[in-house]
């Protein structure tokens, strides 16, 4: 049986900060499905109750840091039907939340990062690929590399286990955790491509050395080779053009289910899709909007963050306001927390224009629910994407997407135009005219109710299970063995 070990900073529902908390669940659980011996390794942060999760103790692993040596715990239990490994130490116990700040960051995930790979040699499960996700546990790869090339003969059933780095993010690349990584003696990378400042920072060095890179769509992977998505790696990412693919994350079907999700006021099936418009109904009321549901809904739900253009969505409303096109009405909600610059600018709008616009400046999963469920269309008009949730979950609840044509929202929202496959519309230009284009573009066809409801169905059949993304890793995972056995 092919054994994976899969190394995250975040697990669903153990430590739940973004989307990766919900791929290193879902991922996971996809390929156990496919018959993977698939563990997952997490630090065991201090708000974890072991008691709770029934975990037991599974070893005890040194990590040397200079000529200290650290214990590391390990606890093992079942979360959620995947097996989990919880690694703890002193790092770990120094503050209670997952992301810290510097330098206490650097020092837990690298101090993780190798004791993971110390415990594979301790416990004997020692997995045919290491797939790492993210900076947080990009040093295992530079660490596992090491222990391959140097001469300890406990380390040779190491030999053939091969390396995988998913990239979710690419600029969080882990700086600041130079001191951690020197500390734990990790050695600079010395690959041509890695620029001189990017030599002892976690992802980099990762990138430079694992046996395949993954980002989580095509397009991603294919941007951060230029120098507009490339943070700096770009470089480095071309010259491993060879090693670099994407692949797209998935849903989970059952979670996000029209026809049954609890916190919707209307449940809907694209058999019923004129309840959908109850939904819109209940939704307006909620949000104290013009009640007329045939004005359509703009929503968005996003973290308010400069990566998410929330700035080119409101001038690209306040510029269409401004017109006073009064043949075209319509009205926008807009739920996300973040950055208080940006809050502060939706908060303005929304307050110049009660009837029309809402901003609901909070974290609430019932009512991004609702929104996803009750928009006509949802707009996802980011600066970068690498794979987006908001426009898989609006297709899946039959909200047309109106999305910045990059990374995963290219490959998962194929323009209206195409007949067969089309569910969204798209802009190129990161600019509120480009974004007005793909607004006015979806009005019109919202005005052919026929042509819309036909786009809703397109959007509500199309396939973004794990099962497909699961497929396409246990594939790339097959490769690495492969190539590794071929050496
Ligand atoms: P990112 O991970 O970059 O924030 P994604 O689109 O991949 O963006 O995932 C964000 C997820 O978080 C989506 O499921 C979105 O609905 C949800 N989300 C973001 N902000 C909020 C909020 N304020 N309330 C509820 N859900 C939110």
Redesign the pocket.
Same mark, same amino acid.
């Given at each position: 049986m092919t054994k994976i070990a899969f190394l995250s900073a975040e697990f669903r529902p153990l430590a739940k900060i !973004? !989307?990766l908390a919900d791929v290193a669940l879902e991922l996971p659980k996809a390929l156990l499905k496919l018959g993977l011996d698939i563990r997952l390794f997490m630090p065991r942060y201090s708000h974890i109750d072991l008691g709770d999760i029934n975990a037991e103790p599974a070893g005890v692993v040194d990590v040397l840091r200079g000529d200290q040596t650290i214990q590391a715990h390990v606890f093992s239990a079942v979360v959620g039907g995947i097996p989990v490994y919880l690694v703890d130490g002193p790092a770990l116990q120094q503050a209670p939340e997952v992301y810290p700040g510097q330098p206490l960051e650097g020092e837990r995930f690298v101090f993780f990062s190798i004791a993971v790979v110390n415990y594979f040699c301790q416990s004997g499960w020692v997995p045919d690929v290491m797939h790492a996700n993210d900076w947080h546990t990009a040093a295992a790869v530079s660490y596992l590399a090491l222990k391959q090339n140097g001469d300890d003969p406990e380390d040779a059933e190491l030999g053939n286990t091969g390396s995988l780095l998913t990239i979710h993010?690419l600029p969080y690349m882990g700086n600041g955790s130079e001191p951690a990584v020197r500390a734990f003696q990790i050695p600079p990378v010395a690959s041509e491509a890695l620029p001189d400042w990017a030599r002892e920072i976690p992802l980099p060095m990762g990138i430079a050395i694992a046996d395949r890179v993954s980002t989580v769509s095509p397009t991603y992977a294919l941007e951060i080779q230029t120098k507009e998505y490339g943070s700096g790696l770009d470089g480095l990412l071309s010259a491993r053009a060879d090693a670099l693919s994407g692949i797209l994350n998935g849903i989970d079907p059952s979670s996000w289910d029209p026809a049954t999700a609890s916190d919707l006021a209307v449940n809907f099936t694209s058999d019923s899709l004129e309840d959908r418009k109850l939904g819109k109904k209940a939704l307006l009321e909620e949000l104290d909007l013009d009640p007329d549901v045939s004005v359509p809904l703009l929503g968005m739900?996003?973290?308010l @963050?400069t990566?998410?253009g929330v700035d080119i969505a409101l001038d690209a409303l306040e510029g269409m306001l401004a017109k006073q096109d009064q043949m075209q009405r319509w009205s926008f909600v807009l739920? !996300?927390?973040g950055n208080h610059h940006i809050e502060s600018r939706c908060a303005d709008f929304a307050a110049r224009h009660p009837d029309r616009i809402k901003a609901v400046l909070?974290? @609430?999963?019932g009512?991004?629910s609702r929104i996803?469920a009750g928009s006509d269309m949802i707009l996802?008009p980011s600066r970068y994407?690498p794979? !987006?949730?908001?426009q898989l979950?609006a297709m899946r609840y039959g909200g047309i997407p109106v999305v910045r044509k990059t990374g995963g929202l290219k490959d998962s929202v194929p323009p209206y135009s195409d007949e067969e496959n089309g569910t969204g519309f798209l802009f190129k230009d990161f600019s509120a005219e480009a974004l007005q284009q793909a607004l006015y573009q979806a009005f019109e066809v919202y005005r052919d109710q026929a042509l819309w409801k036909s786009l809703q169905l397109r959007a509500m059949s199309a396939d973004f299970s794990w099962k497909r993304s699961a497929e396409q890793y246990r594939d790339l995972y097959l490769r690495i063995i492969e190539s590794r056995s071929g050496n």
């Open positions: !973004g !989307g993010n739900v996003t973290r @963050d990566q998410k739920l !996300g927390t909070k974290y @609430d999963a009512l991004a996803y996802v994407e794979c !987006g949730l908001a979950i």
